[in-house]
């Protein structure tokens, strides 16, 4: 099962903002609108910040924001914030009917 | 409470099975589908497969296909992900998730995971 490619590790400081990538293939990114953004802290169950792309599920902060073109989406934060310091998946649907992951990127603020 | 409660530690040892439950509560258990993610020590997640809720069809990740069983028990809300011939390499957290809308491909609920660990 194919990996789709983000960043191992971004940093930023607090106030500044920063975008993750996540590069796929034309089986899965580049022709589905089913991308999705997770965040991750240590321990902990992965959380939903993204779905379908762009659309933020009610509760995350609009300091989180999506976008896709071509083969690869992108995550965007924006006014950091210390307890942005996580890991982040992207995931996307794929031409074989199932579900693919990046292989995550670690944020430092 | 709208919640997937998972078992929290299984230890089995090389040529076992395993088998993770994942309790839902606090919505309509037939109207979401269930899937599983794996999560290595290293970190990397992988996606298993996913069980309808309501009928029992399962999709497989090619990965597991031979060794994998998601079945579900709508009397208790309970859905079930069994792995055979298990190995070192498939030591790591087990968690169960809801998907948020059906064949929308993104996961809005997720159980705190189980740890399972393989060794002689």
């Known amino acids: 099962q194919s990996v789709l490619t983000q960043p191992a590790s971004v940093s930023g400081s607090p106030g500044q903002s920063i975008t993750i990538s996540c590069t796929g293939t034309?089986?899965?990114?580049?022709?589905?609108?089913?991308v999705s953004w997770y965040q991750q802290y240590p321990g902990k169950a992965p959380k939903l910040l993204i779905f379908?792309?762009?659309h933020r599920p009610s509760g995350i902060s609009d300091r989180f924001s999506a976008s896709k073109s071509g083969n690869t989406a992108s995550l965007t934060i924006s006014g950091l914030r210390p307890e942005d310091e996580g890991d982040y998946y992207c995931?996307?649907?794929?031409?074989?009917?199932?579900?693919?992951f990046g292989g995550g990127t670690k944020l430092t603020v | 409470q709208v919640q997937l409660v998972q078992s929290e530690v299984e230890v089995r040892k090389p040529g076992d099975s395993v088998k993770v439950s994942c309790k839902a509560s606090?919505?309509?258990?037939?109207?979401?589908?269930i899937a599983w993610v794996r999560q290595a020590p290293g970190g990397g997640m992988e996606w298993m497969g996913w069980i309808s809720a309501y009928n029992g069809h399962a999709k497989y990740a090619d990965k597991f296909h031979d060794r994998i069983r998601m079945t579900r028990d709508t009397s208790t809300n309970i859905a079930f992900m069994e792995l055979r011939g298990l190995t070192s390499d498939d030591t790591g957290v087990y968690f169960c998730a809801r998907e948020g809308s059906p064949n929308h491909w993104y996961y809005d609920l997720w159980g705190r995971g189980t740890l399972v660990t393989v060794s002689s």
């Open positions: 379908e792309v762009t």
């Open positions: 606090g919505y309509t258990f037939l109207s979401y589908d």
């Open positions: 995931t996307s649907y794929t031409s074989r009917l199932t579900l693919v």
């Open positions: 034309t089986s899965d990114v580049g022709t589905y609108n089913y």
